[in-house]
């Protein structure tokens, strides 16, 4: 293994159990790992934050490898393993999708990672990787946006929600998003939205949503709220239209009835369908996804929101200010 001088241990949070925001334990004497065949040891310097952590802390997604939360993080190689490392060096800006972000050192395998690109702002590539990697498979893979489609996008002031907006205005959709706060819907119009919903006061959003759409629907939805648009979701989309359900912040969604979908021959792309890592699994699918992701970001100008840094010793305040929705764009923590 080649390494520069690397402590014995770190700190990080960690839980043993599943359940609420606090079985995540703030540690300052937790082991470094070593890297493994293939993989790589970066230094964390931010650490993404997003819903799907909050699946794994109550048991949605299993248990987390080492009880260590975190899907995404930017930070500077330390040491290399043995075997293949795609010409990552130590030394090399990165950011890496893989799990146990939420500590000062990560060992990640080097098929995902990625040199960050020199003008990329420290911190926008955490703030980037996952929301933004959704974003751009859903409106170019799951679903692929055309000029003058009508979208709806669901919590459009998320961070999934803000990407969602710019790059649906840049392929020249017109966007409806709900959002449940005047702040919110400012902030999603700002991003692009032509129309927003606010979902805590509209008592008839199906309604709206013709309204706005001339009687016609919407050609897609984007949906990561679950359970509670189910319904809303099956009756604003059109006729040949595709429902796509990438989170579930306020449940599983039941099941749909497939004659509900027949009924206007809609396509239902489930959570396991949308799933981010069915279209980024190899090396050359993430490093294809990752360079348009930066070129959104460097040359179409894409707005990355990052609504706070925390220190990674107050994550539980982090957890409840995000399944409380007090949040609005993408959440950091700083090991």
Same mark, same amino acid.
């Given at each position: 293994?080649?390494?520069?001088?690397?402590?014995?241990?770190?700190?990080?949070?960690?839980?043993?159990?599943?359940?609420?925001?606090?079985?995540?334990?703030?540690?300052?004497?937790?082991?470094?790992? +070593?890297?493994?065949?293939?993989?790589?040891? @970066?230094?964390?310097?931010?650490?993404?934050?997003?819903?799907?952590?909050?699946?794994?802390?109550?048991?949605?997604?299993?248990?987390?490898?080492?009880?260590?939360?975190?899907?995404?993080?930017?930070?500077? @190689?330390?040491?290399?393993?043995?075997?293949? @490392?795609?010409?990552?060096?130590?030394?090399? &800006?990165?950011?890496?999708?893989?799990?146990?972000?939420?500590?000062?050192?990560?060992?990640?395998?080097?098929?995902?990672?990625?040199?960050?690109?020199?003008?990329?702002?420290?911190? +926008?590539?955490?703030?980037?990787?996952?929301?933004?990697?959704?974003?751009? #498979?859903?409106?170019? &893979?799951?679903?692929?946006?055309?000029?003058?489609?009508?979208?709806? +996008?669901?919590?459009?002031?998320?961070?999934?929600?803000?990407?969602?907006?710019?790059?649906?205005?840049?392929?020249?959709?017109?966007?409806?998003?709900?959002?449940?706060?005047?702040?919110?819907?400012?902030?999603?119009?700002?991003?692009?939205?032509?129309?927003?919903?606010?979902?805590?006061?509209?008592?008839?959003?199906?309604?709206?949503?013709?309204?706005? #759409?001339?009687?016609?629907?919407?050609?897609?939805?984007?949906?990561? %709220?679950?359970?509670?648009?189910?319904?809303?979701?099956?009756? @604003?989309?059109?006729?040949?239209?595709?429902?796509?359900?990438?989170?579930?912040?306020?449940?599983?969604?039941?099941?749909?009835?497939?004659?509900?979908?027949?009924?206007?021959?809609?396509?239902?792309?489930?959570?396991?369908?949308?799933?981010?890592?069915?279209?980024?699994?190899?090396?050359?699918?993430?490093?294809?996804?990752? #360079?348009?992701?930066?070129? #959104?970001?460097?040359?179409?100008?894409?707005?990355? &929101? %990052?609504?706070?840094?925390?220190?990674?010793?107050?994550?539980?305040?982090?957890?409840?200010?995000?399944?409380? &929705?007090?949040?609005?764009?993408?959440?950091?923590?700083?090991?």
């Amino acid at each position: 293994m080649s390494s520069v001088s690397v402590p014995k241990t770190m700190k990080g949070v960690q839980m043993k159990n599943i359940g609420g925001p606090e079985v995540l334990q703030y540690k300052t004497d937790l082991p470094v790992p +070593v890297p493994r065949g293939g993989e790589v040891l @970066v230094k964390n310097d931010f650490s993404g934050v997003n819903y799907v952590d909050v699946y794994w802390r109550i048991g949605m997604m299993g248990f987390a490898p080492g009880g260590i939360l975190g899907r995404e993080a930017e930070g500077t @190689v330390l040491a290399v393993g043995p075997g293949s @490392v795609n010409d990552l060096k130590i030394g090399d &800006r990165v950011v890496w999708l893989a799990m146990g972000g939420y500590a000062e050192y990560t060992a990640v395998p080097a098929a995902a990672t990625y040199v960050v690109p020199s003008d990329v702002k420290p911190g +926008v590539a955490a703030a980037a990787l996952l929301q933004g990697l959704t974003a751009l #498979t859903l409106t170019h &893979r799951i679903y692929q946006v055309k000029k003058g489609d009508w979208v709806l +996008v669901h919590a459009a002031a998320g961070g999934v929600g803000l990407w969602l907006c710019q790059l649906l205005k840049g392929l020249g959709a017109k966007t409806i998003g709900t959002a449940s706060t005047a702040e919110k819907i400012k902030l999603a119009k700002e991003n692009g939205a032509d129309f927003v919903i606010n979902y805590s006061e509209e008592k008839d959003l199906v309604k709206r949503v013709e309204e706005i #759409t001339g009687g016609q629907g919407v050609n897609v939805v984007y949906d990561s %709220i679950g359970k509670d648009q189910t319904e809303n979701n099956i009756n @604003v989309v059109a006729k040949h239209g595709t429902i796509v359900t990438y989170g579930a912040a306020s449940g599983i969604p039941p099941p749909i009835s497939p004659a509900k979908l027949a009924a206007k021959n809609v396509r239902f792309v489930g959570p396991g369908e949308s799933a981010l890592m069915r279209y980024v699994g190899t090396r050359q699918e993430f490093e294809k996804w990752c #360079t348009k992701l930066f070129d #959104t970001i460097t040359k179409d100008k894409v707005n990355v &929101r %990052i609504h706070d840094t925390y220190p990674l010793s107050e994550i539980v305040r982090v957890h409840k200010d995000l399944e409380g &929705r007090k949040t609005t764009g993408k959440v950091l923590v700083k090991p």
